[in-house]
């Protein structure tokens, strides 16, 4: 049973556009929601977070919006740039654990 | 100098046999974790260890046995290799849950592979 779900498995965007990555969620005990980087052959590093009490938290080209009441969750990139070409991994945490979603591949197009 | 390390990177071995993947922190953190992430890249936790105590174990066989000898090390022992035990298994930590803040850093990653 997932209780965090990227339905997207892959996405392409030109360089200099903007990337929307998307995450959902159904557990509403989930008090933190973090984006994760994953490049081949490494572990995933952390990208981005936000509390659940707050709506978006940005980060440089880097920004995270949530939506408890859609229990929806996105990443926005802008502008892309071929470098940005990884899996993104959508997690969120209830206490101690983390529950992952699936991943979405993007590629930057240069 | 690497933050959460784990080794060996690569394993491959037969079905039936037994191995170990061994994970260190040097971050101080209170609490570690063991994920697989399978052939549908799905990342589920294993198990958790917060100060050497065990506070999380998921559905996993019985032939999986998390060891965690001080804070800064968890180990896995895998008995009995099957062919469906093949995954990457990802060694992460975290500091103490905060409202704010408190992320999981990950090991590279310790792909096994059963034949």
């Known amino acids: 049973d997932q209780q965090v779900k990227q339905n997207s498995p892959s996405l392409s965007v030109q360089e200099g556009r903007i990337s929307i990555l998307n995450c959902d969620y159904t557990?509403?005990?989930?008090?933190?929601f973090l984006w994760y980087k994953k490049y081949p052959a490494e572990g995933p590093t952390f990208l981005i977070s936000i509390s659940s009490i707050k709506d978006k938290n940005e980060d440089g080209r880097f920004t995270v919006f949530l939506n408890k009441s859609a229990k929806h969750l996105s990443l926005h990139i802008v502008p892309s740039q071929p470098g940005d070409s990884a899996v993104y991994f959508c997690a969120a945490r209830n206490f101690n654990k983390f529950y992952f979603g699936s991943g979405t591949k993007l590629n930057v197009k240069p | 100098d690497t933050a959460v390390s784990q080794t060996p990177k690569y394993l491959v071995t037969q079905m039936g046999n037994d191995k170990s993947i061994k994970c260190e922190q040097n971050l101080g953190h209170d609490t570690m974790y063991w994920y697989k992430q399978d052939s549908k890249k799905f990342l589920k936790i294993m198990f958790s260890y917060n100060n050497k105590e065990l506070i999380i174990n998921e559905t996993v066989p019985n032939r999986f046995s998390p060891k965690s000898p001080d804070k800064a090390h968890l180990n896995l022992h895998i008995n009995s290799l099957e062919l469906g035990d093949s995954a990457v298994y990802f060694c992460?930590?975290?500091?103490?849950?905060?409202?704010?803040?408190?992320?999981?850093?990950f090991g590279e990653g310790s792909r096994l592979t059963v034949l």
């Open positions: 992460a930590s975290s500091p103490k849950p905060d409202r704010i803040k408190g992320e999981l850093f």
């Open positions: 557990n509403s005990m989930f008090d933190y």
